[in-house]
């Protein structure tokens, strides 16, 4: 059957990432804190503040255990949700400390009914939507997100969760932080294992390349998203 996605069907999504200059999102160790200065830092958090919803995969939660806020600038911190499609998480991770009410942990039917439980009595709110390819299926988390009253959603890694969006053409407007640094060897933004084929060319309706210190930005709003809900800015 051929999906009939409305505009009122899904949050806007925005994707947001920071890269060094050869197009990685952390270190071969797996840190990315380094990567962008501390006034891209501070636009990622208003960022952040724009949104109702900020989402991470698990693979974030494991690696950089962020808490998922917006502590450097004034503003409301948004709900946390994280792609968790087997309840991996660690019940000591920081998203699950402070405000665990604010935390949805996306899973599927992989899940167990213990792991369910115990998170559910930290506090935190599990989802499980449809599996795709054995992993959340996006689309039907957005829609449920939008159910719940969540009108935006702002997607920031790691790459397994970057190339999902991108895939399948599930944004609508894509924040890329560029510092100028090369790693070499590290964590590539786009998993290329997991394209088969070249991405149809994504074009921007209108798109801005600004400095932050020593940073670039391209924030773009997309022409061809797949789906498309009221432009944000
Ligand atoms: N520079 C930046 O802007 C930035 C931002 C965030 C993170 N990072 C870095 O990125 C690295 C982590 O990236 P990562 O690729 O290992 O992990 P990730 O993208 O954070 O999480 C990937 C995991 O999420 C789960 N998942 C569930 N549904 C998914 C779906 N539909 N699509 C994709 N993933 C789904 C999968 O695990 P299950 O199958 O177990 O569910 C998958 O392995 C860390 O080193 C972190 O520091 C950088």
Redo the contacts with the bound molecule.
């Keep these: 059957m051929k999906k009939n996605l409305t505009k009122t069907q899904f949050p806007f999504v925005t994707l ?4 060094t200059l050869d197009g ?4 071969q160790k ?4 380094w ?2 200065n501390k006034k891209s830092l501070v636009f ?1 958090h208003k960022l952040r503040s724009q949104n109702q919803s900020i989402l ?9 255990d ?1 808490q998922l806020t917006t502590r450097l600038v004034k503003g409301k911190n948004p709900v946390r949700i994280i ?4 309840l ?1 998480i660690r019940l000591s991770s920081k998203v699950l400390k402070k405000n665990p009410e604010r935390t949805i942990i ?3 039917n ?1 899940a167990s009914e213990k792991k369910i439980k115990k998170l559910v009595n930290l506090g935190a709110k599990v989802l499980v939507v449809k599996k ?7 689309c039907d ?1 957005l829609k449920k997100l939008k159910k719940q009253k969540i009108d935006s959603v702002l997607v ?10 991108l895939k399948e053409r599930l944004f609508s407007r894509i924040v890329i ?1 560029i510092a100028p640094k090369i790693f070499g060897k590290g ?1 590539n ?1 786009v ?1 290329e294992s997991r394209i088969k084929r070249s991405f149809k060319a994504f074009l921007f309706s209108s798109k801005k390349i600004y400095k932050l210190g020593n940073d670039l930005v391209f924030d773009g709003i997309l022409a061809n998203a797949k789906h498309s809900s009221k432009t944000k800015n």
């Design positions: 947001k990432y920071a890269q990685k999102i952390a270190t797996g840190d990315s804190k990567i962008s990622a991470v995969g698990i693979g974030t939660i494991r690696e950089d962020p792609l968790d499609s087997k991996s996306a899973t599927t992989l795709k390819n054995k992993r959340v299926d996006l988390l920031e890694g790691g790459a397994g969760v970057i190339t999902s969006f932080i964590k933004s998993d």
